[in-house]
């Protein structure tokens, strides 16, 4: 995998704020007011599981490998908090855990949706021949607290989609970066969302496959809105038809996107001296 540069602090402070959209707003919900009787007994984790706060996340992440960076992780945090328990949380692609850990801290933190962690932990030029990586996932879920959690599949995102049926909360892709590869999984797991289900995909603005599944999946279809993003993760919401005033707000959502999208990818490459300038700044 090519090395990202990615700028010392988020060039978008959108990404760390509560996000709202269509009444829904991304907020952890009130731990010190539980939820209803009738909605804890839905639940799949329990309430006495100790809570992971994201700066205990980022504690024990530091002896954990990937890409993941640590607003992106927040980001998956908070939706995972308020995925609906009567769906899973659908993890492409786990490598060592990084966004598992991430995923299942927030469920914990939230309502209790379980997670699904599916990767074949095999193949791949990441990976040196025959060496796996499922046992590090499971050692490092352990080492975190959080392996009851989450049920690790060793299998690939295609294997799993053909017997599945339940419904879905949360999709976070992070598997084949290729476009036909992310663009299979998307298409594969896109029948299970349920209504406002969130969808998240990893590595878009700098890698084309990931960004051109956002555009045509996300963005042209239309049945997405409340887009949010954290340095290379974009998020989104699944909507019915919107109204005019919903329909304004998506497009104001898509352009500050795409103001992102552009200054990441300056920075990225460094174009016109834009790293090393804002870098400058930031040191004073």
């Not at 990202?4 to 996000?19: A, G, I, M, T, Y």
Request: charged share 25%.
């Amino acid at each position: 995998m090519p090395t990202l540069r990615l700028p010392p602090h988020n060039l978008d402070e959108q990404s760390k704020v509560p996000h709202r959209q269509g009444g829904l707003e991304l907020r952890l919900p009130n731990i010190d007011h539980p939820a209803p009787e009738h909605e804890l007994a839905s639940m799949s984790i329990p309430r006495a599981a100790p809570r992971l706060e994201p700066e205990d996340v980022d504690r024990i992440l530091e002896s954990v490998d990937g890409w993941l960076g640590p607003d992106e992780g927040r980001l998956l945090y908070r939706l995972a908090a308020v995925a609906d328990p009567g769906g899973a949380i659908v993890e492409i692609g786990s490598w060592h855990g990084r966004s598992t850990i991430w995923l299942a801290a927030g469920a914990r933190a939230g309502r209790g949706a379980r997670v699904v962690a599916i990767d074949p932990h095999s193949g791949t030029e990441l990976r040196q021949d025959g060496a796996r990586t499922d046992e590090i996932l499971r050692r490092n879920l352990a080492d975190a607290g959080v392996e009851d959690l989450v049920e690790v599949l060793t299998a690939t995102s295609a294997d799993v989609a053909a017997t599945w049926t339940q419904p879905v909360s949360l999709l976070w892709i992070d598997g084949d970066h290729s476009y036909s590869g992310a663009k299979e999984d998307f298409d594969l797991w896109e029948p299970f969302l349920r209504p406002e289900a969130a969808v998240a995909l990893h590595d878009t603005f700098v890698t084309l496959g990931p960004e051109r599944v956002v555009r045509e999946r996300l963005i042209a279809t239309r049945r997405f809105t409340g887009f949010v993003h954290a340095e290379t993760t974009t998020a989104a919401r699944r909507c019915d038809v919107l109204s005019a005033r919903a329909s304004l707000t998506r497009r104001v959502e898509l352009a500050r996107r795409s103001l992102y999208g552009m200054r990441l990818r300056l920075y990225d490459t460094n174009r016109f001296g834009f790293a090393t300038l804002r870098d400058r700044i930031l040191a004073r």
